[in-house]
């Protein structure tokens, strides 16, 4: 009956990683400082030893900026790529484990319950203008039956308390690389189609909402991943038409996604890998439009050193810096040579990056390495 359902509801640390199977020994936290300006997370524990709909209401001043997800498991088939010592993992099983948060609006504000333990991830971004005080964020729970029966109503309640000092900006150039192919077929949409613009948004909205700054800009699609004589999806920003000799470069898409950054805060940019990725011995796969014909005048069947690249390097990448001067951008953004160089390929990469340095204005450059060589041999 109702009366002998054990419910367990705790708030944890951010830090735990809820899995099941564990022992439940995790630490209770009721209270954090923060500072204006800053983002609090934490976790609530949930269980129950009967089947239980949870509905959640939120009640805080700071309501408005109090976000609630789910915590979702996911499939973890390798968990440890190299051998290494047992302590600093979790564990080198696969299984599941909790990743994906769900935002809870999307459920109607419940949760079910089925007998092993749920977190729910609780983030509030204290607004900047916040007065030092002490702002509880009470979350009330109320459990019922699958069939509507109610069983009772539980409150965890965090004491946040504000500090006078306003949280400073972030120094940290963050960078994740964000692939517009993968966002076009992860939603079966056309790539550049209203849809797929609409999506690129919500992806840089979410990047920023984790703190991301600099956003990779695909001005041809990027090099990377790619296998040989294999090209991924075109995502080029720029149109490129060839007359004669020369180049004409069309920047329209550019510009909208650049205005996208910009929208959501993005300070820094780099550029796409002007060569092809371990060892720059080719080049991107580049469409261009010649004699009313579009097709891949470069990529994998040009070498890295191809007079006929060089030659469209040195009307591309001062086309592109004009482009990120009229932006205002030119001083913060950061053009890629070529990503994870073996050393075997210095030759060809100190051949590419001679090609491309002279070329892009005040931007600077910037590379994945394992081969710290490279560095070394500035």
Same mark, same amino acid.
């Given at each position: 009956?109702?009366?002998?359902?054990?419910?367990?509801?705790?708030?944890?640390?951010?830090?735990?990683?809820?899995?099941?199977?564990?022992?439940?020994?995790?630490? $209770?936290?009721?209270?954090?400082?923060?500072?204006?300006?800053?983002?609090?997370?934490?976790?609530?524990?949930?269980? *129950?030893?009967?089947?239980?709909?949870?509905?959640?209401?939120?009640?805080?001043?700071?309501?408005?900026?109090?976000?609630?997800?789910?915590?979702?498991?996911?499939?973890?088939?390798?968990? /440890?790529?190299?051998?290494?010592?047992?302590?600093?993992?979790?564990?080198?099983?696969?299984?599941?484990?909790?990743?994906?948060?769900?935002?809870?609006?999307?459920?109607?504000?419940?949760?079910?319950?089925?007998?092993?333990?749920?977190?729910?991830?609780?983030?509030?971004? %204290? =607004?900047?203008?916040?007065?030092?005080?002490?702002?509880?964020?009470?979350?009330?729970?109320?459990?019922?039956? =699958?069939?509507?029966?109610? /069983?009772?109503?539980?409150?965890?309640?965090?004491?946040?308390?504000?500090?006078?000092?306003?949280?400073?900006?972030?120094?940290? %150039?963050?960078?994740?690389?964000? @692939?517009?192919? $993968?966002?076009?077929?992860?939603?079966?949409?056309?790539?550049?189609?209203?849809?797929?613009?609409?999506?690129?948004?919500?992806? %840089?909205? *979410? *990047?920023?909402? /984790?703190?991301?700054?600099?956003?990779?800009?695909?001005?041809?699609?990027?090099?990377?991943?790619?296998? %040989?004589?294999?090209?991924?999806? $075109?995502?080029?920003?720029?149109?490129?038409?060839?007359?004669?000799?020369?180049?004409?470069?069309?920047?329209?898409?550019?510009?909208?996604?650049?205005?996208?950054?910009?929208?959501?805060?993005?300070? @820094?940019?780099?550029?796409?890998?002007?060569?092809?990725?371990?060892?720059?011995?080719?080049?991107?796969?580049?469409?261009?439009?010649?004699?009313?014909?579009?097709?891949?005048?470069?990529?994998?069947?040009? *070498?890295?050193?191809?007079?006929?690249?060089?030659?469209?390097?040195?009307?591309?990448?001062?086309?592109?810096?004009?482009?990120?001067?009229?932006?205002?951008?030119?001083?913060?953004?950061?053009?890629?040579?070529?990503? !994870?160089?073996?050393?075997?390929?210095?030759?060809?990469?100190?051949?590419?990056?001679?090609?491309?340095?002279?070329?892009?204005?005040? $931007?600077?450059?910037?590379?994945?390495?394992? !081969?710290?060589?490279?560095?070394?041999?500035?």
């Amino acid at each position: 009956s109702v009366k002998y359902m054990e419910i367990t509801v705790k708030q944890i640390s951010s830090l735990e990683k809820v899995r099941r199977g564990d022992a439940p020994n995790h630490s $209770c936290i009721n209270s954090r400082l923060a500072l204006p300006g800053e983002r609090v997370s934490y976790q609530l524990y949930l269980n *129950a030893n009967d089947q239980a709909i949870v509905h959640l209401r939120v009640k805080s001043q700071l309501a408005d900026s109090v976000r609630i997800y789910f915590v979702r498991e996911v499939m973890m088939d390798r968990p /440890v790529v190299v051998p290494s010592p047992i302590e600093d993992y979790i564990t080198h099983e696969p299984g599941l484990m909790p990743d994906v948060l769900i935002p809870l609006e999307e459920s109607g504000m419940q949760i079910y319950l089925d007998k092993i333990p749920h977190t729910l991830w609780v983030k509030v971004d %204290i =607004p900047a203008d916040t007065k030092p005080g002490n702002y509880p964020v009470e979350l009330e729970l109320e459990f019922v039956k =699958p069939g509507g029966e109610y /069983v009772e109503t539980r409150t965890a309640k965090m004491d946040i308390s504000v500090l006078a000092t306003v949280m400073p900006e972030q120094k940290l %150039i963050y960078t994740k690389w964000m @692939y517009l192919d $993968c966002i076009a077929s992860a939603h079966n949409v056309e790539i550049f189609s209203e849809q797929h613009w609409s999506l690129i948004e919500k992806y %840089i909205q *979410a *990047a920023t909402d /984790v703190g991301i700054n600099m956003l990779m800009v695909p001005v041809h699609t990027p090099p990377l991943d790619t296998e %040989i004589g294999r090209a991924r999806p $075109c995502v080029q920003l720029v149109d490129i038409e060839k007359i004669g000799d020369q180049y004409k470069f069309g920047f329209e898409r550019f510009h909208r996604y650049i205005a996208l950054c910009k929208k959501y805060g993005v300070r @820094y940019f780099e550029m796409a890998h002007m060569f092809t990725q371990w060892g720059a011995k080719a080049t991107p796969n580049i469409k261009v439009t010649e004699n009313g014909e579009t097709t891949y005048q470069f990529g994998w069947h040009v *070498a890295s050193n191809a007079p006929e690249y060089e030659a469209f390097l040195k009307q591309y990448i001062p086309a592109i810096v004009s482009a990120l001067r009229a932006e205002g951008i030119e001083e913060n953004t950061y053009f890629h040579i070529s990503d !994870e160089p073996f050393l075997k390929d210095e030759e060809a990469y100190r051949t590419a990056k001679n090609m491309l340095r002279p070329l892009i204005g005040n $931007c600077k450059t910037l590379d994945a390495l394992s !081969e710290y060589e490279f560095y070394e041999k500035g």
